[in-house]
Each structure stands twice: as C-alpha cells, then as structure tokens.
C-alpha cells in the first residue's frame, strides 16, 4: 500500500525519543514477512532427579533456528536466562540444575522458552 519491500504498513506511528526514532505499525499486509511463533506444546518431565523441558517448533524460516531457555523460582519472580540453554539448536533442555538451586519441598520454579534467529525472535512460551 505504501511501497514495496518485505512489509507493506498500513499506517504507521512515529515518535522521536531520546533514544531515536520508534516506529510503531498498527497493521501490516502478509507480504512474505512473518513474525517467529512461540515454541508450543512446553513439558517439563522429571524422572530420577533429572528435570527436562521440551517443546515443539515449526520451522517456517529458511534461517537456522535456535532456541533461548529461562528459568525462575517462584520466590524471586525474576526470569533468570539458564545459558546452558542459551541459543541452542534441540527442542529440549535439562533444567535439573537450574531448579535444584535452594531446592527444598517448598520450591516451585517455572521455565519459559522462545525461538531466535539472526535477524527475529518470537515471545517466550509458558
């Protein structure tokens, strides 16, 4: 509608900050640009004091998808990146020793997931 390239806007809201120029598109035409989807279908497993998290992806982009895990415990509530599961390339993730840490019966921890490539990354998945 307002040109060519990979998205075509159809309107658009600019605001000058101190830290530059922010873009904002309120709709945008399929026009061979897609955002990433979230990993889907997230299982956290635990059997013989390993805990594993997995998930499903589908691929819809030429580029190499990897994947980014976080982790956190209920009694911080901040998310904490967990880099043995940082921009990795399996759709799984032992998370034992991220939530062994402080372990005790009244622990709960949670990990979240998201996709990255080179240039995109989708929101992270509960």
Known sequence: MFGTGIV????????????GLVV???GQENSGYHEHPPPVNLSLTSSDFK????????????NATKF??????????????????????S????????????????SSYYAQVKAVTHYHESQFAL
Do not use: G, H, M
């Not at 075509?8 to 830290?19: N, P, Q, V």
């Not at 980014?68 to 967990?82: C, D, S």
């Not at 759709?91 to 005790?104: P, R």
């Open 91 to 106: 759709y799984s993730c032992d998370v034992t020793e991220a939530f062994s840490v402080n372990l005790s019966a009244l």
């Open 51 to 62: 805990t594993i998290l997995t998930w499903a992806y589908v691929d819809k982009s030429p």
């Open 24 to 26: 904002s598109a309120l």
């Open 8 to 19: 075509s806007l159809y309107f658009c809201l600019c605001c000058l900050t101190r830290d």
């Open 68 to 89: 980014t895990v976080e982790t956190r415990n209920y009694r911080t509530a901040q998310w904490q990146l967990f880099s043995p599961c940082s921009n990795i390339q």
